[in-house]
Each structure stands twice: as C-alpha cells, then as structure tokens.
C-alpha cells in the first residue's frame, strides 16, 4: 500500500478514536455516571425525565399514523434478524477457531440500554430497544463479514464502493496480482496476531 494512504488511514483512526472517546467523556459528565455496568442520572435529571414522559394514550393520539401503520411491517423483521443472529453466531463459533481469527463479541455491539430512560414511554423503550438490537446486530454481523472477508478474500473491488467496513483500505488492489498468495497468508496472520476485540 502507497505509504500516503497508509499514513492517512492511521490519522483517519486515530482521530475517530479520539473523537469517540471525547463524546463520551463529554456525554458522561453532563448527563450520567456508569456504577459498575450501571447507568446512574443524578437524582434531579431522573425527576425531570420523569416528568418528561408522554402518556401512552397521548402518544398513541399524537404519534404520526404512518407509524403505526408500518409497525406490523417493520417488527416482523424480528423473525429473519434472530435466524441471521443464530446463524451468524453459529458460524463463527465453529469456523473462527479453526482459521485461528478472533471471534467477535456479540456485547460490544448488541447494547440495549434505552430502555431504562424514565422519559420514554412503553412503545418509545420497544422502538428504541428493535433499533439498538437490528442496528447492533447488522454491526455485528459486518465485523464478522469482515474478518471473514480479510481471511479468504483481501482485494478492494474495481468499481467505488459505499459504506465500506473499516479493514478495506488496507486490501490489495483489484488486479494486483503479484505476490498475491503470499500477501494473503500475510493478511491471514495478522487477522491471527490482531488485537481486535
């Protein structure tokens, strides 16, 4: 890879690390405190959230009806997210070992934890709980995908790709094909050496 590019993947990184981690400290500071795993307000912001919550009645009433409408559709995407959950899983838990790539932690991705907002009510916890599951899950199953892609398959494509998962702008080039073997086994061993959780 062209040293430039290289170098500027590595700022690119480390910038978006910094910036997570400054969002949250910011987060943390004004809002809310972890007590072990535990999200804690400070008593007057779970008050105040309190007070905030809409009646289910007034929601229902107030709520867009294109919402509800589109729910039944939009739920039972439940069924073929859990099958895609259970097969994905399954299959890093027989295959990762056997090419030696580290699994992938379901829990750094999967998070759950809007629902303890005093300020939602019941339908807005459910809504906001199918998000964080789907958008988690498809996460979860992109990370996987992608060591998955590094191991078996390390060439960008020909044409510009959106959205792209994070390992890709250090693939090989689409047609370079010197040493393409050996540079494989290459991306297969530092897959093995990573540090990725």
Not at 113 to 118: E, K, T
Not at 129 to 137: I, P, S, T, V
Request: proline fraction near 3%; aromatic fraction near 14%.
């Amino acid at each position: 890879m062209n040293p430039k590019i290289s170098q500027l993947l590595s700022q690119i990184t480390t910038l978006e690390d910094e910036l997570r981690t400054a969002l949250h400290n910011e987060e943390t500071q004004i809002f809310y405190h972890f007590k072990g795993k535990r999200v804690e307000f400070e008593h007057s912001i779970r008050e105040t959230h309190r007070k905030l919550k809409m009646n289910v009645l007034v929601w229902l009433i107030k709520d867009r009806p294109q919402n509800l409408i589109t729910a039944p559709f939009i739920y039972s995407l439940v069924i073929p997210l859990l099958i895609l959950d259970a097969f994905v899983s399954l299959y890093q838990w027989v295959c990762f070992p056997v090419y030696r790539i580290k699994k992938v932690r379901r829990a750094d991705f999967i998070l759950l934890d809007r629902h303890h907002l005093a300020y939602l009510n019941f339908f807005e916890r459910f809504h906001c709980d199918f998000c964080g599951y789907a958008n988690g899950l498809l996460a979860y199953v992109s990370e996987i995908a992608s060591r998955t892609e590094q191991y078996f398959c390390p060439i960008k494509h020909a044409r510009k790709i959106l959205g792209s998962q994070g390992r890709y702008a250090s693939f090989l080039d689409f047609g370079d094909a010197v040493d393409y073997h050996a540079k494989l086994e290459a991306f297969r061993v530092d897959l093995e050496n990573s540090k990725v959780q």
